[in-house]
C-alpha cells in the first residue's frame, strides 16, 4: 500500500527565528510550505488569497510579527499593519479554504502587574502596556472575529538558534567588553521559551486541530538575571553579572514585570509538550554551544 500523503501545513514568518525552526520541526510530518518576507506580503489580501488557493493548506501557521518593542513605539503605523491587521486577512482566508489558523501571540497583552509568582491564564483579563501589546492584542482580536476555531498562542521569552534574542544579545557583550561587569534586569519575571520545543507544541496542536486561547511557554519562572547565569555556566564562561532593576535601563516601551504564563489549557487537553526551562536552556546550549561562540 502505498504511503499516505503527507497534509500541507503553510508557515508564515519562515525566515523569522520560531518560523525557520517550525519549518524545520514538522517537515517530517508535514508537507511544509515556507512563506518569508520576500516570498509575499501577508498584509496584502489578494496576495494571501492567491497564496492559499495554490497550496490549499490544511494547517496555517503565523509566526510572522513585528517583534521590536521599542520600534513599535513609534513605528505604529506598520506594527499595527502586521501585528493586527494580517492575522485578520489570514484568519479569513483560512476560514475560506477551511485551513486550521494557529497564530503566535505573546505575554504583553498582559499589562504584568500581577504579584510574582502568580501566572496568567488563558481567560485573565488583557490590558497592553505598550504598543507592540495593544498591536498584538488586536490581532487576537482579528483573528476571533474570523473564526472561533483558530488557536491563538501566546508564548514569552522566546530564543533559539535563528534570529536575535537575549542569550545572543548578553553573550554577545560579555565577548566584547569581557572585563566588564554585566548587568541584567533582576526583577522581571517570565517563563524561556526554546523555540524548538514551542514547534513541537505547535505540531501538538495542529494535529489535534485545538483551537481558542493558549498559553504555550517554557515550565517554570526566573527573571532575566537568573537565566543569563544559567546560560554562562552551561556554555562554561566566566562572567561577572551584576543585578539592576527595570528602573537602572529605562526603554520606550513598557515591559510587564510579570510575564509567567500558566499552560493551562494545553494541561486541560492532555496536549502540554513544554518542558521545563532550565532543561530546555540546557538542551538549547548542548546543541549549539560551538555556533554560540563562533558566531559571537
Same mark, same amino acid.
Given at each position: $500500500?502505498?504511503?499516505?500523503?503527507?497534509?500541507? +501545513?503553510?508557515?508564515? *514568518?519562515?525566515?523569522?527565528?520560531?518560523?525557520?525552526?517550525?519549518?524545520?520541526? +514538522?517537515?517530517?510530518? /508535514?508537507?511544509?510550505?515556507?512563506?518569508?518576507?520576500?516570498?509575499?506580503?501577508?498584509?496584502?489580501?489578494?496576495?494571501? #488569497?492567491?497564496?492559499?488557493?495554490?497550496?490549499? !493548506?490544511?494547517?496555517?501557521?503565523?509566526?510572522?510579527?513585528?517583534?521590536?518593542?521599542?520600534?513599535? %513605539?513609534?513605528?505604529?503605523?506598520?506594527?499595527?499593519?502586521?501585528?493586527? %491587521?494580517?492575522? *485578520? @486577512?489570514?484568519?479569513?482566508?483560512?476560514?475560506?479554504? *477551511?485551513?486550521?489558523? @494557529?497564530?503566535?501571540?505573546?505575554?504583553?497583552?498582559?499589562?504584568?502587574?500581577?504579584?510574582?509568582?502568580?501566572?496568567?491564564? &488563558?481567560?485573565?483579563?488583557? *490590558?497592553?502596556?505598550?504598543?507592540?501589546?495593544?498591536?498584538?492584542?488586536?490581532?487576537? #482580536?482579528?483573528?476571533?472575529?474570523?473564526? !472561533?476555531?483558530?488557536?491563538?498562542?501566546?508564548?514569552? /521569552?522566546?530564543?533559539?538558534?535563528?534570529?536575535?534574542?537575549?542569550?545572543? #544579545?548578553?553573550?554577545?557583550?560579555?565577548?566584547?567588553?569581557?572585563?566588564? !561587569?554585566?548587568?541584567?534586569?533582576?526583577?522581571?519575571?517570565?517563563?524561556?521559551?526554546?523555540?524548538?520545543?514551542?514547534? &513541537?507544541? @505547535?505540531? #501538538?496542536?495542529? &494535529?489535534?486541530?485545538?483551537?481558542?486561547? +493558549?498559553?504555550?511557554?517554557?515550565?517554570?519562572?526566573?527573571?532575566?538575571?537568573?537565566?543569563?547565569?544559567?546560560?554562562? %555556566?552551561?556554555?562554561?564562561?566566566?562572567?561577572?553579572? &551584576?543585578?539592576?532593576?527595570?528602573?537602572?535601563?529605562?526603554?520606550?516601551?513598557?515591559? !510587564?514585570?510579570?510575564?509567567?504564563? %500558566?499552560?493551562?489549557? +494545553?494541561?486541560?487537553?492532555?496536549?502540554?509538550? $513544554?518542558?521545563? /526551562?532550565?532543561?530546555?536552556?540546557?538542551?538549547?546550549?548542548?546543541?549549539?554551544?560551538?555556533?554560540?561562540?563562533?558566531?559571537?
Amino acid at each position: $500500500m502505498a504511503a499516505e500523503a503527507k497534509r500541507t +501545513l503553510l508557515v508564515t *514568518g519562515a525566515g523569522g527565528q520560531l518560523g525557520t525552526d517550525c519549518v524545520a520541526c +514538522l517537515s517530517d510530518t /508535514w508537507n511544509v510550505i515556507s512563506v518569508r518576507r520576500a516570498d509575499g506580503d501577508i498584509t496584502n489580501a489578494t496576495a494571501i #488569497a492567491d497564496l492559499f488557493t495554490h497550496h490549499r !493548506p490544511a494547517v496555517v501557521v503565523n509566526c510572522a510579527a513585528y517583534t521590536q518593542v521599542d520600534a513599535c %513605539e513609534t513605528d505604529q503605523a506598520a506594527a499595527f499593519q502586521l501585528n493586527a %491587521e494580517a492575522p *485578520g @486577512i489570514l484568519a479569513r482566508e483560512s476560514v475560506r479554504i *477551511g485551513a486550521h489558523l @494557529i497564530h503566535l501571540s505573546t505575554d504583553y497583552v498582559f499589562d504584568g502587574t500581577r504579584e510574582v509568582p502568580t501566572p496568567y491564564v &488563558e481567560d485573565d483579563a488583557t *490590558g497592553p502596556a505598550s504598543v507592540y501589546g495593544e498591536s498584538k492584542l488586536q490581532g487576537e #482580536a482579528a483573528v476571533q472575529s474570523a473564526t !472561533p476555531d483558530a488557536a491563538i498562542l501566546r508564548t514569552s /521569552w522566546v530564543y533559539g538558534i535563528h534570529g536575535h534574542n537575549f542569550l545572543k #544579545a548578553v553573550l554577545a557583550r560579555a565577548r566584547q567588553v569581557p572585563d566588564a !561587569p554585566l548587568r541584567v534586569v533582576n526583577d522581571q519575571h517570565g517563563s524561556p521559551t526554546w523555540t524548538v520545543r514551542l514547534s &513541537e507544541q @505547535i505540531g #501538538a496542536i495542529a &494535529e489535534a486541530g485545538l483551537s481558542g486561547v +493558549l498559553h504555550a511557554t517554557g515550565e517554570g519562572h526566573c527573571t532575566w538575571y537568573d537565566l543569563a547565569q544559567r546560560f554562562f %555556566e552551561l556554555m562554561d564562561i566566566p562572567v561577572q553579572i &551584576e543585578p539592576c532593576t527595570t528602573a537602572d535601563f529605562p526603554r520606550p516601551a513598557a515591559r !510587564p514585570m510579570n510575564s509567567i504564563l %500558566e499552560n493551562a489549557r +494545553l494541561n486541560q487537553a492532555g496536549l502540554n509538550r $513544554m518542558q521545563a /526551562w532550565q532543561d530546555d536552556l540546557a538542551a538549547f546550549v548542548s546543541a549549539h554551544r560551538q555556533h554560540l561562540l563562533s558566531a559571537s
